[in-house]
């Protein structure tokens, strides 16, 4: 069980343990990623409903946390020790399993007494100010709660764990070196008993990516002061000492701070009826301040991506743009010539940038290049040439604010047929040969299984997480397909925004059969294909005249690292983005 308060880092952790062969629940009741938790929550939603009717008969809910004394564990205990052992059974049907829900810190005295002795624990603690930073961010909780919460939570964790098996460390001791850590949980799971598959380097440095922490705080210089109390400060210092026991023992520990009681009852007493934070007083909740923190410098608006080469097609392409660009984008160029952008105009307030790149390099080699570089909240990408866009930026942003929207296209009309209108491309046979879609007109968005490369967008820090565009593919287009199965395979949504439409200048671009369509089909197959269905598909497109150069590009171990590392960060396996959209890639 993975012990720690909200936003401390310990879906990250639970991952990790899951990386070493620890299954979490069964997919159907896996809570999917979210904005702030790009990587995914892997966490059960019917245990984190349990643990919230659990609170709920207490009055109390998780930003009103309790602190049980021995009557009312024993009270839970006669009610629900049994309903409980088998809502964890129903879960986890899989064994050995790693379960995380930051509410059983405060409810650990019930849970470890239904789990009895079959559970080791490890407790993750994270910087009290970075944790009020991220749920400034993510609910709009000011310093005072969140501070108050920290310190029910991760005392109610460290009392609550006492005699058990316990790991104990910082969120930022196990970015430090993840590999390492990883080691040392399977060496203490050893000594419990339970043996572990070896550590895989490549599965948990690819989920242990840059840029998952977003506040950084120092500990030396915690100190007691206007915003958190003396007891707060003792107990972050005494519990942020990484330890490794059979049998816990809680270092001393300060008392509560006073106020919490007074504050979390009165909490309870104002959500009595709603259990949500909206309605509380200024001075614990501020609505604006939510996603309102970004910790550093501010960003563009909008990064958009031109993969056209030829001052032409690129100027054409930002004369497309400009009327729906907001002021502060930011424009960058794949080239070889570095110099191009200086050659280039932009709408006024737009900034222009070329990001260089090798003239032998493929065209997904330079997107991938020109993508990682962007520095927009959001990530546009186009690969053909732009004609004409229409309500391209506010669409795509208003899809992308959404709750489980990881990448949204635009409506192509290719020049070649400008009353066709595709959205995206789906694979309709077991060959993986994607093709556009066309659809009628409609409103609203559209679930698309592959988003077209010729124009779609992304948040910047999802497709940092899901690992960014693949540049060891030979076409944009196919590199973008990719992405698209990532993203469905990490829990988010791909769609089409129909208010959205961009005409474009279609080029004869690779077929299906020829060495660079089946080397990008193959790579398509080999890093997300099952091993049965992967041998199916090898053995029919071997037959191809194309196949045996195509084979020998693939060839070595590059892609059996990227295929582990796609799978670190995905959840779910590649029936989930066919599911959504009605076909298979079994036909």
Not at 27 to 38: H, I, K, S, T, Y
Not at 56 to 74: I, K, M, N, T
Not at 301 to 315: F, I, K, M, N, R
Request: aromatic residues 6%; neutral net charge.
């Amino acid at each position: 069980m993975i012990l720690g308060m909200h936003r401390s880092g310990t879906s990250f952790i639970t991952r990790l343990v899951n990386l070493l062969g620890f299954s979490v629940c069964h997919r159907e009741d896996l809570l999917v990623g979210r904005a702030l938790n790009p990587r995914g929550h892997w966490e059960s939603k019917s245990l984190l409903r349990f643990n919230d009717r659990l609170l709920g008969e207490h009055g109390r809910s998780w930003f009103c946390p309790p602190a049980l004394d021995e009557h009312d564990v024993s009270a839970m205990l006669r009610r629900h020790r049994r309903q409980a052992l088998a809502a964890v059974q129903d879960a986890h049907p899989q064994k050995p399993w790693v379960w995380k829900d930051p509410r059983t810190c405060v409810l650990l005295p019930f849970w470890s007494s239904v789990l009895e002795q079959r559970a080791a624990y490890v407790l993750v603690v994270r910087h009290p100010f970075e944790v009020s930073d991220s749920l400034a961010t993510r609910n709009g909780c000011t310093p005072l709660l969140s501070l108050a919460l920290w310190e029910r939570y991760t005392r109610e964790a460290m009392l609550g764990a006492a005699g058990r098996p316990l790991m104990v460390c910082t969120y930022d001791g196990v970015l430090a070196d993840p590999v390492r850590w990883c080691e040392r949980l399977v060496d203490f799971l050893a000594e419990l008993g339970v043996a572990r598959r070896p550590v895989e380097e490549v599965a948990i440095e690819a989920f242990a990516m840059a840029g998952l922490r977003h506040s950084h705080r120092s500990w030396s210089e915690l100190e007691p002061g206007p915003l958190i109390s003396h007891e707060q400060v003792a107990l972050a210092h005494a519990a942020r000492e990484p330890t490794v026991q059979r049998r816990y023992a809680p270092p001393p520990l300060p008392a509560e701070t006073p106020a919490n009681d007074s504050l979390f009852a009165d909490i309870a007493r104002r959500t009595r009826r709603t259990r949500r934070l909206a309605g509380l007083p200024a001075h614990l909740v501020d609505p604006k301040a939510v996603r309102g923190r970004s910790g550093g410098p501010s960003r563009p608006p909008v990064s958009v991506v031109l993969a056209p080469t030829g001052e032409p097609a690129l100027a054409q392409a930002l004369d497309a743009l400009a009327p729906g660009m907001p002021a502060g984008a930011e424009v960058l160029l794949c080239a070889a010539d570095a110099d191009r952008a200086g050659r280039l105009s932009a709408a006024d307030g737009v900034t222009l940038r070329a990001v260089a790149c090798e003239a032998s390099a493929s065209a997904a080699a330079a997107l991938a290049l020109a993508a990682g570089a962007a520095d927009g909240e959001l990530v546009v990408i186009t690969t053909d040439a732009l004609l004409r866009c229409e309500d391209w930026y506010a669409s795509l942003r208003e899809a992308l604010a959404r709750p489980g929207i990881g990448g949204v296209g635009a409506v192509i009309h290719p020049s070649s047929d400008p009353a066709r209108r595709c959205i995206g491309a789906s694979i309709p046979d077991e060959e993986l040969a994607y093709e556009p879609r066309a659809r009628a007109g409609e409103s609203g968005l559209v679930p698309t299984v592959l988003l077209s490369g010729a124009f779609c967008g992304f948040t910047r820090p999802l497709l940092a997480a899901a690992g960014g565009i693949d540049p060891e593919f030979r076409s944009a287009e196919a590199a973008v397909a990719e992405l698209s199965l990532r993203l469905w395979r990490m829990g988010f949504r791909c769609c089409t925004a129909e208010r959205a439409q961009a005409w474009v200048q279609t080029t004869e671009g690779a077929r299906n059969d020829d060495v660079v369509g089946l080397y990008d089909r193959l790579r398509i197959a080999r890093l997300h294909l099952d091993p049965e269905r992967l041998r199916a598909f090898t053995a029919r497109v071997s037959a191809l005249p194309a196949y045996r150069q195509a084979d020998e590009e693939l060839a070595g171990d590059e892609v059996q690292r990227r295929r582990t590392a796609v799978g670190a960060v995905c959840a779910f396996p590649l029936e989930r983005a066919f599911n959504r959209d009605g076909r298979s890639p079994t036909g």
